[in-house]
């Protein structure tokens, strides 16, 4: 079985992005950050890695393009995933106690007219599906998350507002990393 590494928290894109490559039964290593995704492929505890390196409307991830000139790593395919956010809370939040919504920049840049709708404090987080698990772990009922429809299913959270992006044809181009 292949071990594959990504960026995020279990129920990342970036995750959904793994299995749309490599199919639904690899084992999967979620790691802190991007860096941590090349070391883990550079030092073989994982046979690929995957990160996304342009997004449709927020543009190139310039993180891991620079990355690149750091590690010797080989880009060995890609693959492009569809991005339909949604906002997500614990089960039994109403949509009207909501006060604070979670998620990485990116996700709440792309969901601007959305939230724009609310008087919401919006707090950047370092991953969409990390924004689920933490308002999960720290049993927020006044809190809401940014995320896809899978982190919701997998921390057992309920969706408030379904595809709730600006621009509907929302886009990330991941690629897939290796020592080969």
């Known amino acids: 079985m292949k071990t594959v590494a990504f960026q995020g928290e279990r129920g990342a894109y970036s995750e959904s992005a793994v299995y749309q490559f ?15 995704v090349f070391e883990s492929v550079k030092q073989q505890d994982v046979q690929a890695g995957v990160v996304p390196v342009e997004n449709s409307i927020e543009g190139s991830v310039n993180q891991n393009y620079d990355l690149f000139f750091n590690y010797d790593l080989k880009v060995c395919g890609e693959v492009i995933v569809k991005v339909e956010h949604c906002l997500i809370a614990n089960p039994g939040t109403n949509i009207d ?3 604070t919504v979670y998620s990485h920049p990116q996700a709440l840049a792309q969901c601007r007219s959305f939230l724009e709708k609310s008087k919401w404090e919006l707090i950047p987080t370092y991953d969409t599906a990390g924004s689920v698990k933490l308002i999960k772990e720290k049993k927020l009922t006044d809190a809401a998350a940014i995320a896809s429809e899978k982190a919701a299913e997998l921390y057992g959270m309920q969706i408030l507002a379904k595809d709730i992006a600006d621009n509907k044809e929302n886009y990330t181009r991941f690629f897939v990393l290796s020592k080969e």
């Open 22 to 36: 490599f199919g639904a039964d690899t084992e999967v290593k979620p790691c802190k950050d991007f860096r941590e």
């Open 97 to 99: 106690a909501v006060k």
